[in-house]
């Protein structure tokens, strides 16, 4: 079996090299060779390597997605699923960026919207939504009966990734030696679209803007009842997989998104104004959660203030809280300075240490 998985992929891989694309079925044999302990490191990150190179294609992404949501433990969430929401990102943009979208899901469930979030510890950045989370008191692998009741309090769950998808464990060796290379691989993408609570609607960050179509086409196949993919690009070779008013801004919906959105946004954009990005720059853990503090309690820069305001106020219109981006940016706005964010973190932080 163990020499059939390795062989299974290395013909995969010929498939790939000679530049065509894998199907659901290959996808999936594909999945089950990368996931095996006895299939060797080297096999896998020829495989996913060449994939990348190739060029994974919208199809091929949702076949890995769907496989290994098939095989996530399920966190009992299903009751909130359908009014939830995931602000995740890629990562993998190198950005030295602070946390945006954790802390964009403290203020949507400050405010009263489900959140799933799900995450990792950082790969490719000094500070992953798990770290800073953990800094922040908030822990990592909390009982079923815990998340269920967060839900009801606080209207937030963490969903670690290596407690939901063990399958994971013999991935890592390989993603760390193509991280450790700066290389990326189909698990810098699909990270975003296996949140075992599966919530119906995703503001999902991609590191390049050439990924932003194809991934949304891949939110309609998964499917999500309304999302939107976001790049911010920077110059011509960087940027961020959120929101911000400091680059330009790529953007794709999927579901029932109504494109007619955008031009809202777009006006928001020029109301808000440019900005610098050296005012997004985030550090460690202990950093980020330092940020965290001063910006949930009405402070930090100026130009993280907006970014996390148009994150938040266009999540606000994905789940259908709002009737356009202004009016969430600016309900947004008005709770990161009455404090009521900054409530909502000392009351999540006081359920758990409880």
Known sequence: MTVNLQ???????????????????????????????????????SFLAGL????????????FARFFRELALNPGLDAYASAAIDVVGTGGDRSGSFNVSTATSFVL???????????????TSRSGSADVLEALGI????????????????????????????????????RRE???????????IIGPLINPGRPAHQLLGVFSPAWVKPLAATLDAIPVKRGLVVHCRLSEDSGMD?????????????????????????????????????????GDAQDNMRMMHELLNGGGSADLVKTVCLNAGVALLVVGKVKDANEGYAQVERVLQDGSVAAWLDEARSFYSA
């Not at 659901?24 to 490191?41: D, K, N, Y």
């Not at 193509?178 to 810098?188: M, P």
């Open 139 to 174: 822990p990592l692998n909390a009982e079923p009966e815990v998340l269920l009741e967060s839900m009801e309090r606080l209207n937030f769950v963490f969903l670690f990734a290596p407690a939901y998808h063990p399958a994971f464990k013999a991935v890592m060796p390989v």
């Open 52 to 63: 990348h190179e190739k060029g994974e294609t919208p199809a091929e992404v949702a076949g």
């Open 7 to 45: 062989a299974q992929l290395e013909q995969l891989e010929a498939v790939i090299l000679g530049r065509s694309d894998l199907d659901e079925t290959q996808c999936r044999t594909a999945g089950q060779a990368l996931i095996a302990e006895e299939v060797s490191v080297s096999a896998k990150k």
């Open 242 to 282: 959120e929101l911000s008013h400091v680059g330009e801004n790529v953007v794709a919906g999927a579901g029932d998104w109504d494109a007619s959105h955008e031009s809202g946004f777009r006006s928001l954009l020029k109301a808000v104004g440019p900005g610098d990005v050296r005012g997004l720059a985030g």
């Open 109 to 123: 469930a400050s405010m009263g919207v489900p959140v799933f979030k799900h995450g990792n510890r950082s790969i």
């Open 178 to 188: 193509l991280a450790s290379e700066g290389r990326k691989s189909v698990f810098n």
